[in-house]
């Protein structure tokens, strides 16, 4: 899934306006407008869309995580030069304080099932032969999940 789409997405889901999603930026490390809010939500086929690149989407997302979990001690880390669908997904596990069980739970509402097994594998290290590369059919489900609950 693009950057931009699960952006969108989670606006949509929690109700945040744009005061919100700049704010959600800045607690991440990064000044935004209303002209790029409103930019990176724009679809691609308009003239005006600018694409979110994983770095800037990763300040968003450590943004998101300290709105609902509060400052780590430290600092904000630093963000990611590159994101996957498994990095995106552990990011919103953490800032929504999501135990597996609610991660199960949020997939049944849309009709999917899922092991505790099969969800660990997402949260494993790359390099162990259990990790298992979320698709994007997959986290699709996970935020309609989301927009179902909430």
């Known amino acids: 899934m693009k950057n931009n789409d699960i952006l969108c997405r989670l606006r949509y889901t929690f109700n945040f306006d ?6 959600l930026f800045a607690k991440g490390g990064l000044v935004t407008t209303r002209a790029d809010i409103s930019d ?13 690149n994983d770095r800037l989407f990763a300040m968003y997302l450590n943004g998101f995580i300290i709105n609902f979990r509060g400052e780590k ?20 596990k953490i800032g929504l304080n999501f135990k597996d069980e609610d991660l199960l739970a949020i997939f049944e509402l849309v009709g999917m099932r899922i092991s505790k097994h099969e969800l660990s594998a997402f949260f ?10 979320g698709k994007d059919q997959f986290w699709r489900n996970f935020l309609e999940g989301l927009q179902v609950k909430y």
């Open 18 to 23: 744009d005061d919100k999603m700049i704010d």
């Open 40 to 52: 990176y939500l724009k679809k691609e086929e308009d003239e005006n869309h600018k694409p979110l």
């Open 73 to 92: 001690e430290g600092g904000t880390p630093p963000p990611e030069a590159q994101l996957n669908n498994n990095i995106i997904f552990r990011k919103l």
């Open 124 to 133: 494993r290290n790359p390099n162990q032969s259990q990790y298992r590369e």
